[in-house]
């Protein structure tokens, strides 16, 4: 089957006549972007040519937001590359590339009327800057209507963003699915972003130390897992005990009951082991400035307790120089039940 013609779609109008004459009879997913397109932002685009098959549509969007940068942030500065761009997204199996105008999006300027994150939107990112979310779910919102998707894909690099789109899709009935694509890294760790480019080479050094921090606490967490899957293994009896004794093995069954019934899942641990590797970093040149360290319930971004059961997000915001970085990982507490 011949793929249709790429689109480049600047106006509204232009999106209305391109999806209307070509995206039936297939589903249509939306990638949302800002630009400045790299390996990350194709493998989105990838995920969702294979998400609606060659008869879906797929849409990327490029616009850079100015309701979601706060004071002193990069929206002048921030790259714009959209010759680029079209090569990436059409080579990634895109049909149309949706490029509006500021004064597109808003044709009135900044709207009146807009979406709040809630406190979700106030934690961690939404903290460190304040209005983000809100100016971002009130895009978001603005596309979902305009590109009409069945399915809207976002990097997990982003996390917090993308619980904040999944609770606002939920809370506020959008007819469209969310799906999470995971982060792209370099062959170092570093999780891919626009905002590399700003690095110089020892920035880019220093940088490092975010997903380090990540699989440091990854690491933890995996290595207290598979204790707890010893303990249960090994049932703590007397005359189980007196057969590991024989054999030299009673010292790593105690260890291994001890750890699992101290710390089952171990999140101060995980935090622990991040930090450690974040504090070396601070002690670097140039420095890493840490915003925030935090280990989280995805379905609201709050901690998580010692005793905390399912899926976390360990993420870290940090600045390197003039650069601020966010990265994650996604943790598992508790799947291998309760060890006592």
Do not use: C, W
């Not at 399915?151 to 997990?156: K, M, P, Y």
């Not at 070396?280 to 280990?295: G, I, K, N, S, V």
Request: aromatic content about 6%; cysteine-free; charged content about 25%.
């Amino acid at each position: 089957m011949s793929r249709r013609p790429f689109e480049l779609a600047p106006t509204v109008d232009d999106l209305t006549y391109v999806h209307d004459h070509f995206a039936v009879p297939g589903r249509t997913a939306v990638v949302m972007t800002m630009g400045a397109l790299h390996e990350g932002h194709a493998s989105l685009i990838r995920a969702a040519r294979e998400r609606v098959g060659h008869k879906g549509f797929v849409i990327v969007t490029v616009f850079v937001n100015p309701l979601q940068f706060g004071a002193g942030e990069d929206l002048d500065r921030y790259p714009r590359t959209l010759e680029a761009d079209l090569k990436i997204a059409e080579q990634a199996g895109a049909d149309v590339v949706f490029a509006p105008s500021a004064d597109e999006v808003y044709p009135g300027g900044q709207p009146q009327v807009r979406l709040t994150a809630g406190p979700m939107g106030e934690r961690l990112e939404g903290a460190s800057r304040p209005g983000h979310f809100d100016g971002m779910l009130t895009v978001v919102a603005k596309l979902l209507h305009l590109t009409r998707p069945d399915v809207a894909l976002f990097g997990q690099k982003d996390a917090q963003q993308l619980a904040v789109i999944r609770r606002m899709v939920r809370d506020l009935n959008f007819g469209v699915e969310i799906v999470g694509v995971p982060t792209v890294r370099e062959e170092d760790g570093l999780a891919l972003s626009s905002r590399n480019r700003y690095l110089t080479p020892d920035e880019r050094h220093t940088a490092l130390a975010l997903s380090r921090a990540l699989f440091a606490g990854r690491d933890r967490h995996a290595a207290q897992e598979a204790l707890r899957a010893r303990a249960l293994e090994v049932p703590a009896t007397r005359a189980r005990a007196e057969a590991l004794s024989a054999i030299g093995e009673s010292r790593a069954a105690a260890d291994a009951h001890a750890v699992a019934k101290a710390a089952p899942g171990g999140p101060a641990a995980v935090r622990a082991a991040a930090r450690l590797v974040l504090d070396d970093a601070a002690r670097l040149d140039p420095p890493l400035e840490l915003d925030y360290l935090a280990l989280v319930d995805p379905s609201d971004f709050t901690e998580i307790d010692d005793d905390f059961t399912g899926e976390a997000v360990l993420a870290v915001a940090a600045r390197v120089g003039t650069t601020r970085l966010i990265d994650n990982l996604p943790l598992t507490f508790g799947t291998l039940g309760d060890a006592s």
